[in-house]
Nanobody, 126 residues
């Protein structure tokens, strides 16, 4: 199984910056795409940014030019640098890692399965 742990988050004023970090660990054959989703109160969870093992990135239109996702494949970590933050960026941010792993409890090989962090609150005050 794979464990995903986030750090960072907090309260920042409009226009400020914040960095989130995330580490994946455990017994996986490979860690594939990693990235971040967020969920604001009363809204659906949405993809913020993702990054492949080759470094290819994908961003939500609402964060392009303001957020930067990066990763360290050797350490299985992913980061999210957020700048020019707006009140509408307020949400719980969830890190994810997609991994290939063997589950001995049911003897299955799971390909590209999502593993989630516990979430970290980001609040941007106006």
């Amino acid at each position: 199984q794979v464990q995903v742990v986030e750090s960072g988050g907090g309260l920042v004023h409009t226009g400020g910056s914040l960095t989130l970090s995330c580490a994946a660990s455990g017994s996986a054959y490979s860690i594939n795409d990693m990235g971040w989703y967020r969920q604001a109160p009363g809204k659906q969870r949405e993809l913020v940014a993702s990054i492949s093992t080759a470094g290819g990135t994908n961003y939500a239109d609402s964060v392009k030019g303001r957020f930067t996702v990066s990763r360290d494949n050797a350490k299985n970590t992913v980061g999210l640098q957020m700048s020019s933050l707006k009140p509408e960026d307020t949400a719980v941010y969830y890190c994810y890692a997609r991994a290939d792993y063997y589950d001995p409890t049911d003897s299955t090989f799971n390909r590209d399965a999502y593993h989630w962090g516990q979430g970290t609150q980001v609040t941007v005050s106006s």
